[in-house]
């Protein structure tokens, strides 16, 4: 596994990554490659890299698993701002170092997601035609779920607020970044937090099972309008071309 930072031409700040490699890896072949992007609140290290990462590079590929724009290693400040718009222009600028490399084959590109990322990589290939084929694992609508849930199905009176922080962060106040998950397995069952899907990422993301430096589970609140107002499957019916497994 090699660790590389990298900026494209029309990127402001560097993206970290992690290359792994398969088994024999000779830089002078040829390997069908995979972009692998990590959760909503993770880090390259975590499931993009350690679990499906890892797999696909032991079945032959190369993977390069990398930190989104404002979080993990990756550039951009303010830190913690999940814009989906970015998060899909990532993968695009992650391929366009990709196939510098002389190691990969450029016919024969791939991604593949995992929740928030799972999203993102199928919204990627609707436009991104260098994307040959694209997996998405448990993938999930960010702005269904930040419509939805994360407004508790008030999605104007959350943009409001989001406006109104934002205003105050200008002018030089603090900072508002939400976190996402309880801080521990312990404090998730004393506060009736026990939920499935919450309490099974506090016990992967918060635990030594899973949890990574870069890892924050964290949101910048003012920095979210964009997710209210973006849909991972809009036009899927008219531009998805490419093989697509859920």
């Known amino acids: ?99 510098t490399l002389p190691y990969v084959d450029a016919d024969r590109i791939g991604v593949i997601g995992v929740c928030g990322g799972g999203a993102y990589v199928l919204n990627a290939t609707m436009t991104e035609k260098r994307i040959k084929a694209v997996v998405g694992i448990t993938p999930v609508n960010l702005g269904r779920l930040f419509r939805e849930a994360f407004t508790e199905f008030n999605p104007i009176g959350a943009l409001e607020a989001m406006a109104a922080q934002r205003t105050i962060e200008a002018r030089g106040g603090e900072l508002q970044v939400n976190e996402l998950l309880p801080p521990s397995i312990e404090f998730a069952k004393d506060n009736g937090l026990t939920e499935r899907d919450v309490f099974e990422a506090t016990d992967y993301y918060k635990t030594p099972r899973g949890q990574q430096p870069g890892g924050a589970t964290r949101m910048l609140f003012s920095h979210a309008q964009n997710t209210l107002g973006w849909d991972a499957f809009g036009f899927a019916e008219l531009l998805m071309t490419q093989p697509m497994m859920v």
């Open 1 to 99: 596994m090699e660790k590389v930072n990298f900026r494209n031409a029309d990127m402001a700040w560097d993206i970290s990554a992690l290359i792994l490699h398969p088994p024999g890896f000779d830089k002078a072949g040829s390997y069908p490659t995979i972009v692998s992007v990590h959760p909503f609140g993770s880090c390259k290290e975590q499931t993009s890299s350690a679990v499906y990462g890892k797999a696909l590079a032991e079945a032959g590929y190369v993977v390069i698993a990398y930190d989104a724009s404002y979080q993990g290693d990756s550039g951009g400040s303010p830190r913690w701002i999940e814009d989906p718009t970015q998060r899909v222009e990532d993968i695009s600028h992650v391929i366009d170092y990709a196939v």
